[in-house]
C-alpha cells in the first residue's frame, strides 16, 4: 500500500489523483489532503478517502473545516505553516497541485522528506528548478512530471543516453485563440479565455494556455527536467492534443506518446510507475480521429514564447521573475482589471524594471518571487482599466 498526500486535493489535477485513487483504495492509502478554503470539496474528499488529516492553507477556513469533520476522526489544520508541516509528513507519493508559486515551499517540504514527488505545479520548478532538483539528489527524493506534455518525454527520453537525444519537440494545442490576430484577442474576455477547447483545468493555467505562456513555461520546465541544451528543446502547434511530446534521437528515431486529453492518464504513469496501472480512459480511437496537424509556434501574436525563451536563455533570476509577473498579471486579466494582450506586456515590462542577481537559495528565489510581484502589481495599478 502506497501512502499518498495530496496537496491542492480540491484543484482540477487534485480531483483527478483523487479520482484514481478511489478506483484502488487497496493500493492507496490517503495521509493528508490540502486546499487553499474550499471546505466543502476538502471536506467530501477526506470523507471519502478517510484520509488522517486534512488541512486549509489559509487559516481563516479552519473553523468551518473543523465543524464540517466534527466527530470523523480525520485531525483538521489550517494555515501556511500547517500546510508546509503537512507536506513535510513522511509519504510514498505525494502529489504537488497547488497552483502558482504558492505551491514552491509545500514542493520543497515534500522533497525534503524523501519520498516520491510528482509535479503537476510546474511555476516552482520554473523559479526555483535547480534548488529542487539539487533538494531531491541531496534527499533521495525521485521527481517524476505529471504535467501531461513531460510525463510524455518521460516516457520516451532515455536517461541514460542523452547524448542520443537530438530534440525534444514539445506539443502545444495553440489555445482558444491559436488562430486569431492581435486585433481580435484585444478585447478578450476570462470567460471565453478560461474555456480551453481540449482539456478542462483551473482558471490560471487556462488563462496561461490561452495567452501560450503556459508553453513558455513548459519550455523552462522541459530545460529543468530533462539534460539536453535549451535550443534542442522546441514548440509546436499541435491542434488535436493528441501526441502530447515527442524525443528525436540522432539515428532519426522519434518516439512519442498519445493519448486522450485528459490528466488521469500521466498521473495513473505517476501514481503506478515505474509499472503501469488501468484507467477509466477509452482506448485511443485513431481512425475516429482520422488527422493529426501541426504548424509553427508565432512568437509575433503570443509574445509569452520568447519572453519565456528568453528567460530561460537569460538565467538566473529570470525564469523567476516571468513566473511572479505572470501570477499577477494573470489575477489581475481575472478580477478585469487589466485587459488579455497587458498580460504579456506586463511580464515583458516586469522583466525590464527588475533585475537582481540569481538567486542560490530558496529564501532568495522567495525574495525575487515577492519583488517581482510588487513590481508587477505596480505596473498592473499603472494600467487599470
Ligand atoms: P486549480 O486552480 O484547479 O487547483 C489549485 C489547488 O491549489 C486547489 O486545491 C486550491 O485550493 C489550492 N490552492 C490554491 N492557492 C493556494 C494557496 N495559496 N495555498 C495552498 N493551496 C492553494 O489548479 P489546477 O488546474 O489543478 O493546476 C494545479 C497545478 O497543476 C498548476 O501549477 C498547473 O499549472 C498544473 N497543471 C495543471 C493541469 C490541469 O489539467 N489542470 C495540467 C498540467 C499542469
Ligand atoms: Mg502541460
Known sequence: MKTVTILGATGSVGSSTLDLIEREPDKFRVLALTANCDVEKLAQAALRTNTRRAVVADEACLPALRERLAGSGIETAGGRQALLDTAAMSADWTMAAIVGCAGLEPVMAAVEQGGTVVLANKEPLVSAGEIILAAAAKHGATLLPADSEHNAIFQCFDATRPERVRRI???????????????????????????????????????????????????????????????AIEIVIHPQSVIHSLV?????????????????????????????????????????????????????????????????NAGGARPAILNAANEIAVAAFLDRRIGFLEIAAIVSDTLLRYDPPAPTTLAEVLAIDAGARAAANELVKDRVI
Not at 491559436?178 to 470567460?191: G, H
Not at 513548459?218 to 535549451?230: D, G, N, Q, S
Not at 504548424?295 to 528567460?311: G, S
Open 248 to 312: 528525436d534521437y540522432v539515428d532519426g528515431s522519434v518516439l512519442a506518446q498519445l493519448g486522450p486529453p485528459d490528466m488521469r492518464t500521466p498521473i495513473a504513469h505517476c501514481l503506478a510507475w515505474p509499472d503501469r496501472m488501468a484507467t477509466p480512459m477509452q482506448p485511443l480511437d485513431l481512425v475516429a480521429i482520422g488527422r493529426l496537424d501541426f504548424a509553427a509556434p508565432d512568437e509575433q501574436r503570443f509574445p509569452a514564447l520568447r519572453l519565456a525563451r528568453d528567460a530561460l
Open 169 to 231: 519537440i514539445i506539443t502545444c494545442s495553440g489555445g482558444p485563440f491559436r488562430d486569431w490576430s492581435t486585433e481580435q484577442m484585444r478585447d478578450v474576455t476570462p470567460e471565453q479565455a478560461v474555456a480551453h477547447p481540449n482539456w478542462s483545468m483551473g482558471a490560471k493555467i487556462s488563462v496561461d494556455s490561452a495567452t501560450c505562456m503556459n508553453k513558455g513555461l513548459e519550455l523552462i520546465e522541459a530545460a529543468r527536467l530533462f539534460p539536453v541544451p535549451h535550443d
